[in-house]
């Protein structure tokens, strides 16, 4: 087994070998730049996520509260609507009284104008039967 080695081909593949080291190192480099960037974008993601998260949750709170809100005004609007209506039975049941207290006031200054008249004409007769 005395084999001759050639000076030049050991050469090259040292210098092949050193190559792909190289290569293989460049690689293992860009590979942990790159998982290194892929870890800091899904770390940026997932505050992105946590911040929307938060943000979900307080619209949704102000949603609740302005639902409650709603009921409020409408359980409000209800009431006032109650209370007009009730105002209106009122004002109506005024203005009929009105109308009544007016009838009668007609009628009392008719009675009285009548009276009147007659009172005259009770004067004019015993003024008459007086002479």
Do not use: P
Request: aromatic fraction near 2%; hydrophobic fraction near 30%; proline fraction near 0%.
């Amino acid at each position: 087994m005395n084999a001759t080695i050639d000076s030049d081909l050991v050469k090259t593949v040292q210098q092949d070998v050193n190559a792909l080291r190289n290569d293989i190192d460049k690689m293992v480099f860009e590979e942990e730049v790159n998982r290194e960037n892929v870890k800091k974008a899904l770390h940026e993601s997932q505050l992105a996520l946590e911040e929307l998260r938060e943000r979900v949750a307080i619209v949704e709170k102000e949603q609740e509260i302005i639902k409650q809100e709603q009921e409020v005004i409408k359980q409000d609007q209800s009431s006032l609507c109650g209370k007009v209506d009730t105002a209106q039975d009122q004002i109506s049941e005024l203005k009929s009284e009105q109308e009544d207290v007016e009838r009668r006031v007609s009628y009392l200054e008719d009675q009285q104008k009548s009276n009147q008249i007659n009172y005259g004409n009770l004067n004019n007769c015993i003024a008459v039967s007086g002479e």
